[in-house]
């Protein structure tokens, strides 16, 4: 069966939205959700639904993207797809918990962890854990945060999904980090750059190199350290993610300066670039600042 008007049209938002053309994306996003409803495809409208109020969500629009979750949730129902309901109330779970309304976001969490078990998703389940450990994080309860992530570390290993894993596993390291379990940390961080490694996820890889990096200088072992931020700097240039490569940027200088002023020097300064380039002046303000006081 060849692509059907509908199937293009979401192709075309799809394209849209990864160019920046937000408004024009909005339009097909639109335009095909009303394709597949005259097809009478009510998992296609409702899957357009979906990636619509991810885009709303992405652009900070929050009452659209929960217009959008909650029109596909229904379509889902309607359909019988037990998955896709799941979907879209973790996603009615981040703009709540994004919007500081907890009990609500843990509610849609639990609902959808209901679907995703009835359906037998493993990888569903993880993610529902992952989000769950998420917010215990945010409020600080770090031993329930470390329950649910090992829990959606071993649900994810059941559904073989291992971007799931590498994803939990440099969750984990972050909450071993703060409980002060330092040796786990750096275990879990470099269990997770394997997997990274593996699906070939360079952005992934990057954040967890960041990461290990300031266990490693909390291990003492500040070669290591540095080494990790370069290459994860390294990572990110060649992503061409300019945001991440000036965070890294600051780090490096930061952790270089007491030894090596004249090259922290030189990275504070080319984050103040990358960061004005950006339009985050106050960052850009903050690096230059603290590269002329060296």
Known sequence: MGKTLADSTLEDAEKL????????????FRRARMHYHDDGDRAGEASTLGMLGDLESEVGHAAAARES????????????????????????????????KVDEARQCLRSARELYDSASDHCGLGHVEKR?????????????????????????RRGNDTLGQASVLKRLAMVQRVLGHRDRAHADYERALELYREAGDTLGEAATRRGLAHVLAALDDRAGARAALDGARQLYAAAGDLLGEAEVLVDLGRMIAPEEPGHARAHLRHAAKLYAGLGRDDAAAEAKGEAERL
Do not use: P, S
């Open 69 to 100: 979750y909650v029109d596909a949730r229904t379509l889902f129902a309607h359909a019988g797809e037990q998955k896709g309901q799941a979907g879209m109330l973790v996603r009615l779970g981040q703009l709540a918990r994004r919007e500081g």
């Open 132 to 156: 769950l450990g998420g917010i215990e994080r945010d409020l600080g309860r770090h031993d329930l945060a470390l329950d649910h992530y090992q829990q959606a570390l071993a649900l994810y």
């Open 17 to 28: 939205w990864l160019g920046g053309e937000i408004q024009r994306a909005r339009e097909a």
